[in-house]
């Protein structure tokens, strides 16, 4: 196997398997920073050895295996360290640290990333700090990934995650499960970074790939154990119902060569008529709750218009774009507006959108966000201003940190290019 082709699926083993060995080495040895540095040495003995053995049947019990063992020694020299300074300083008073019980990574304890997930989001952190960090340890999103989800700049979200780990060892909050109404003052935070992860997931941010499915199946199985912990909580059933809709067109957003495939154009035999079914199932109880009407429902309903069109034309856009009005009551932000300005678009004709996206192109948080142009480049195509939605799908195209993403774009601009006729 090249060289190449090995750490491309090295990385992907250890997105998918970093996420489970942090959360269980955290519930070990209680410390984050410790629970990342014995992970990622064993990320570095992996890409020492697999290329010469191979990638193991078992990546994932052979990277536990490896940090666990990591973990001994390091914790036996720092014991021994400490022992030594304590006898040399004659302090009497001297206990050295318990060695955790590294044989615990293979008990049967529960799910250690939801555990964790609701650590990371204790009320001591500021709601994005607890996202950010929840994000960076679970997600397998990178710090710049995590930047670009909040559209802000990736030194400011760094600092965010190294104070957040910093406060949780300095207030030593347990890395359990809250119950009652701790767990119910976490919640918010909680279902905010399924939703991220999900997102990244669905549109990967950066990378050769339009999509990454295990960040998907992830943030579906964390919402199903949410679901039967809160089977109560419409923003839990909207979010399940939302991610389940979405899901259903997984196999139908990338053609034969791996290439997107945009909503109007994917073959909807393809969707996943099982997927929808439970989404619209869990819609419907969302909505029967006296609360049913947060930004997770208000979004599944969004995209519950679209798995019930049988074809892109039937397509209920009026009623799409009086959803986002809500949601933009509820939730508003510039990224919200822009998808009402395209539901408002195709309800109502392109100048219309285009309208309603020139109103928030200043806006500080979307400066750098590569749908912002792509939506101006395809109203100004329909508009028949050809000039201009050539030039701002090149700076969309720009933008983008995914391959895939930017191939869509590029492309659009060079058909532009061609002679009509």
């Known amino acids: 196997m090249e060289t190449a082709e090995l750490h491309r699926r090295i ?36 890409l020492e050895r697999w290329p010469e053995s191979g990638i193991p049947d078992n990546p994932g019990a052979w990277l536990m295996t490896t940090a666990r063992n990591r973990g001994i020694d390091l914790l036996r020299h720092r014991q021994l ?21 590294f044989d615990a990574l293979d008990d049967d304890i529960g799910d250690d990333r939801l555990r964790l997930i609701f650590t990371a989001c204790h009320p001591v952190l500021p709601h994005e700090a607890r996202i950010a960090l929840t994000l960076r340890l679970l997600g397998g999103l990178t710090t710049a990934e995590i930047a670009r989800a909040f559209l802000q700049p990736e030194p400011t979200v760094a600092q965010r995650i190294v104070r957040a780990k910093r406060t949780l060892a300095e207030k030593r909050v347990p890395y359990d499960m809250p119950r009652g109404e701790e767990r119910g003052e976490r919640l918010a935070s909680v279902l905010g970074v399924v939703y991220l992860i999900f997102n990244e997931g669905y549109a990967a941010t950066a990378g050769e790939d339009w999509m990454r499915p295990a960040l998907c199946e992830e943030a579906l199985r964390l919402g199903r154990m949410l679901a039967a912990l809160e089977p109560d909580e419409p923003e839990v059933l909207g979010l399940l119902a939302l991610m389940e809709l979405q899901a259903s067109r997984t196999h139908a957003r990338i053609d034969a060569t791996g290439r997107p495939v945009l909503l109007d154009r994917q073959d909807r035999a393809r969707w996943d008529r099982l997927a929808i079914a439970r989404g619209q199932a869990l819609l419907a109880r969302a909505i029967r709750h006296p609360d049913g009407a947060g930004p997770y429902t208000l979004q599944a309903a969004i995209a519950a218009c679209h798995a019930g069109a049988p074809t892109a034309a039937a397509t209920d856009w009026p009623r799409i774009a009086a959803l986002y009005a809500l949601l933009l009551q509820v939730a508003p932000s510039p990224v919200v507006e822009l998808n009402r300005a395209v539901a408002v678009s195709r309800a109502e004709g392109p100048a219309a959108g285009l309208a309603l996206v020139d109103a928030i192109a200043d806006a500080p948080a979307l400066a750098r966000y590569a749908p912002l142009p792509a939506v101006r480049g395809d109203l100004l195509e329909q508009l028949g201003r050809q000039d201009d939605a050539r030039a701002e799908f090149r700076r969309a195209a720009e933008l983008t940190a995914n391959a895939g993403e930017r191939a869509v774009l590029l492309a659009r601009a060079a058909a532009l290019d061609a002679p009509a006729g």
């Open 11 to 46: 990385d992907a083993v250890w997105r998918l398997e970093a996420p489970k060995l942090i959360g269980a080495l955290v519930r070990v040895v209680r410390d984050i920073d410790l629970a990342e540095e014995l992970a990622q040495d064993a990320l570095v003995s992996a």
């Open 81 to 101: 360290a400490e022992r030594k300074h304590a006898m040399l300083g004659g302090d009497p008073d001297f206990e050295p640290h318990v060695m955790p019980d």
